[in-house]
């Protein structure tokens, strides 16, 4: 059963960049797309980005300028970076796995990390 | 972007009584080569992270009981819980993987009446 974590700072000030890692364990990264998702405080679910292991990526419109999502394979781990961020952007962010490939469901999800911006 | 719209936005329901909840897309997530719907159901249970109930549509995750059912094409989907039990309070949403970007519904808050 593959598991997911998520790591980085739970406070970012504004106009900084949010940095964050999601460990895999118990799974190969090889062979799956990797998710980033966030939910703002008391509302729905947003999709970020992906990124397949061999480094291909797809980012929301809205947010593309913004974000980079990178993958270590080495270290089984990928990455979320976001930058200029604003109070907008405080939300928990989950990690998650693609199933199906691009365009797939989320079967595994990390528990979430709140990142505050303020 | 596929715009996905769920109703209601909350219901309350007795224990034991049948719980419907609607997911509509703004254009058709039905794959006309493999005649496939994209779509996925998560349930989310307070302060906890979602998980994933189906996919394409009606396939049942494993260990997903059976009281739940997912039935729908093309642009109409409904989540159905047969007999509410205190465990699935919980909010529930669609998401269509039809497209990037991929998309959430605005989610359905599922109560006991």
């Known amino acids: 059963q593959v598991q997911l974590q998520e790591s980085g700072p739970g406070l970012v000030k504004p106009s900084e960049t949010l940095s964050l890692t999601c460990s895999v364990s118990?799974?190969?990264?090889?062979?799956?797309?990797w998710i980033w998702i966030r939910q703002p405080p008391g509302k729905g679910l947003e999709w970020i980005g992906h990124i397949y292991y061999s480094g291909s990526t797809n980012y929301d419109p809205s947010l593309k300028s913004r974000v980079t999502i990178s993958v270590d394979t080495s270290k089984n781990q990928f990455s979320l970076k976001l930058n200029s961020v604003t109070a907008a952007d405080t939300a928990v962010y989950y990690c998650?796995?693609?199933?199906?490939?691009?365009?797939?469901?989320?079967?595994?999800w990390g528990q979430g990390t709140l990142v505050t911006v303020s | 972007d596929i715009v996905m719209t769920q109703s209601p936005d909350s219901l309350a329901v007795s224990l034991g009584e049948r719980a419907t909840i609607n997911c509509k897309s703004s254009q058709s997530v039905l794959y006309s080569s493999n005649k496939k719907n994209y779509l996925a159901w998560y349930k989310q249970k307070p302060g906890q992270l979602p998980k994933l109930l189906f996919y394409w549509a009606s396939t049942r995750e494993s260990g997903v009981p059976d009281r739940f059912s997912g039935s729908g094409s093309g642009t109409d989907f409904t989540l159905t819980i047969s007999s509410l039990q205190a465990e699935d309070v919980a909010v529930y949403y669609c998401q269509q993987y039809y497209s990037i970007p991929l998309t959430f519904g605005g989610g359905t808050k599922v109560e006991i009446k």
């Open positions: 998650a796995r693609g199933y199906s490939g691009a365009y797939g469901w989320f079967d595994s």
């Open positions: 118990g799974g190969a990264i090889s062979g799956y797309y």
